[in-house]
C-alpha cells in the first residue's frame, strides 16, 4: 500500500476525474445495452474509488473515534446492566452464567435427564 499526501482541492479534483471518466464509459455504446463484465467491474472500482475519495475528504477524524467510544462504552454498560438483572434474578446461582440460549439448553437437557430418570425435578415456589 501506498500513501499519498493530497490536499482538499487535489482529492476534490480526483473525485471529479474518476466521475467524469464512469460517466464517459457508461456513454460508449458496447454491442449489446449492457457492458461487458469486464467495464461493468472497471466501472464499479472506479465508482467506488471516486466515493471513497470524498468520504475521505468529508470526513471529520474525531467523529470516529468518538462514534467508536461511545459505542464500545454502550456495549460495555449493557453488558453489565445484563449481569445486573442475572444476579437480581438468581443470586449467587449458577443459572445466572452464560447467555438466555444456553440458559434454555441446560434447562431442556435436565428435563430430558429427568425423563429418562437420572436426574431429580427441583421445585421452585414462586411468589404471586
Do not use: Y
Not at 8 to 37: F, G, K, N
Not at 43 to 58: A, G, Q, S, V, Y
Request: glycine letters at 4%; charged letters at 30%; hydrophobic letters at 40%.
Amino acid at each position: 500500500m501506498k500513501t499519498l499526501e493530497l490536499t482538499d482541492r487535489e482529492i476534490e479534483l480526483l473525485a471529479t476525474a474518476l466521475a467524469t471518466h464512469v460517466a464517459e464509459l457508461m456513454r460508449q455504446p458496447p454491442e449489446s445495452c449492457l457492458p461487458t463484465p469486464q467495464m461493468a467491474d472497471e466501472i464499479n472500482e472506479l465508482h467506488d474509488l471516486e466515493w471513497d475519495l470524498r468520504e475521505i475528504l468529508n470526513r471529520d477524524d474525531g467523529w470516529e473515534q468518538t462514534a467508536e467510544a461511545q459505542f464500545i462504552e454502550a456495549g460495555i454498560d449493557a453488558r453489565e446492566a445484563q449481569k445486573a438483572r442475572a444476579i437480581q434474578a438468581f443470586g449467587d446461582s449458577d443459572m445466572r452464567l452464560g447467555s438466555m440460549a444456553a440458559q434454555r439448553r441446560a434447562a431442556e437437557r435436565s428435563v430430558q435427564r429427568m425423563m429418562l430418570g437420572t436426574a431429580t425435578p427441583v421445585m421452585i415456589e414462586e411468589d404471586e
